[in-house]
């Protein structure tokens, strides 16, 4: 029986072979900070009220000026198509059955255009920002072309932290098979023939269309090259410029970089340290949400992700500030338990949990949500 979000991680943990699960669940280094994301979260204390009317309770968000079911979103999620065949797709039209915003990742294996044509209400584009300016150009066009309703930039992996289970399980891209991967795939009958069902298994944003890039083999030189350390706060100038629409700042963990993305004209910025996959030793997300929150929540909006696992943890981020809060793992855990249908339970648990809990501390209205109902206030 699957009742939270601990049971999806332990059977899709049984259902994906182990480099691509490990891919998604893990952070750098010692993994500290992928560890205290979620632990920071459990520190946070409820205050139960009383004899409250809990009637009529509503979670529907405004996030950047569009309008959702709750304060929730899929955060993009490298590689989601090696979790379940089509993976991008099948998330994609949970979050719209849902009523939540999905963010297509950069290096996604279903393409821009092979989301939107299977879905019919716009989707958000996360971009990484690459050497090859002219390549980010033509996908921030291509993105604009199939009506992405917003633009994520990430603003955090300048430079690659260094995963130790990646390495450790020979993971690349392209994926240079051997024996050890070959027994892991060959050990999920499943995955295998859902992969051999669906054309969608090579980076779609980038074979193709970067410059020199046909096909896999030429793409590992390519993105360990492509990554730029130079990028600025200039940079974010001119991609706001070509964007023209919201605009969404991703990685910010510091009260003065928040405060200069606030200056940037951007829509919001999330609070994240990228699932503690980045910088290990790095606090957690919700450790640094309440001093970003009373220093720029006024002029801009502040997210959070990294360590959500639970309507209840959403609501500590509403309770600290935050507008929304992104889920990345959870949902991978979803889809690679049962495609679309894990996706859609993951977040129908996701719900109940928040409604619940919202009504055990005395609120109806998750926009009346705030510290009042935190113990403390704050960690």
Request: charged share 25%; aromatic share 8%; net charge positive.
């Amino acid at each position: 029986m699957l009742l939270n979000i601990d049971d999806f991680k332990k059977k899709a943990r049984k259902r994906v072979p182990k480099l691509f699960f490990e891919y998604a669940d893990s952070g750098s280094w010692t993994q500290s900070t992928y560890r205290e994301n979620e632990a920071d979260f459990e520190k946070l204390k409820f205050v139960p009220r009383v004899l409250v009317d809990m009637a009529n309770r509503t979670l529907e968000t405004n996030i950047i000026g569009q309008k959702f079911s709750m304060p929730v979103g899929l955060a993009p999620v490298g590689m989601t198509g090696m979790q379940h065949a089509d993976g991008e797709i099948l998330a994609a039209q949970a979050a719209e059955e849902f009523g939540i915003p999905f963010t297509l990742s950069t290096m996604s294996i279903c393409s821009l255009e092979a989301v939107a044509e299977k879905t019919s209400r716009p989707f958000w584009f996360q971009l990484y920002v690459m050497r090859d300016r002219k390549f980010v150009e033509a996908l921030i066009e291509r993105a604009k072309a199939v009506n992405c309703s917003a633009l994520v930039l990430t603003l955090d992996l300048q430079i690659l932290g260094q995963r130790h289970k990646d390495i450790r399980n020979g993971l690349s891209a392209p994926p240079k098979f051997n024996m050890k991967h070959i027994w892991q795939v060959g050990s999920r009958p499943l995955w295998c023939l859902q992969m051999l069902a669906t054309k969608n298994r090579s980076f779609g944003n980038i074979i193709g269309h970067a410059t020199g890039i046909s096909d896999m083999s030429s793409l590992s030189s390519w993105t360990t090259q492509q990554f730029d350390p130079s990028l600025s706060w200039e940079d974010v100038t001119w991609i706001k410029k070509r964007w023209g629409g919201p605009l969404i700042l991703k990685g910010i963990m510091d009260k003065g970089d928040a405060l200069k993305a606030a200056k940037t004209g951007a829509d919001a910025i999330i609070v994240s340290n990228h699932g503690g996959r980045q910088l290990d030793g790095a606090p957690s997300s919700i450790s640094v949400l309440p001093e970003i929150v009373d220093s720029v929540g006024k002029h801009i909006e502040v997210h959070l992700d990294s360590g959500v696992r639970s309507g209840q943890d959403i609501l500590r981020a509403k309770a600290l500030g935050a507008t929304a809060t992104y889920i990345g793992r959870p949902y991978i855990y979803g889809l690679g338990v049962a495609g679309k249908k894990g996706v859609t339970k993951v977040l129908e648990i996701l719900r109940n949990e928040l409604d619940i809990t919202m009504a055990h501390c005395g609120k109806r209205d998750i926009n009346e949500v705030n510290r009042s109902i935190l113990y403390g206030g704050s960690l």
